[in-house]
């Protein structure tokens, strides 16, 4: 069992910066892809980037040249800088890993940008 903990939500003015973090723990043998996922209110969940475990990230286009996904595999942690932030990126951010063909989820954090 992978518990994955977001950190770093919060409330920021259009154009400013967050950085969010998540933290695996639990049973830790091999975590392949990590991945930021986020739902608005009213939509549906969506990916915003991914990573494997040998660091090659992927992009949503919405998010391109704005955001950027990395992990540090020492600490079991991957990370989200987003900078340039738009109000329609508000949204629950979510953590997702996949481990030996199971997938987890963290809870959850919230982002939101005010215009």
């Known amino acids: 069992q992978v518990h994955l903990v977001e950190s770093g939500g919060g409330l920021v003015q259009a154009g400013g910066s967050l950085r969010l973090s998540c933290a695996a723990s639990?049973?830790?043998?091999?975590?392949?892809?990590m991945a930021w996922y986020r739902q608005a209110p009213g939509k549906q969940r969506e990916l915003v980037a991914t990573?494997?475990?040998?660091?090659?990230?992927n992009y949503a286009d919405s998010i391109k040249g704005r955001f950027t996904i990395s992990r540090d595999n020492a600490k079991n942690t991957v990370y989200l800088q987003m900078n340039s932030l738009k109000p329609e990126d508000t949204a629950v951010y979510y953590c997702y890993a996949d481990q030996l063909n199971t997938n987890y989820w963290g809870q959850g954090t919230q982002v939101a940008v005010s215009s």
């Open positions: 639990g049973i830790i043998l091999s975590i392949n892809n």
């Open positions: 990573i494997t475990q040998f660091g090659r990230p």
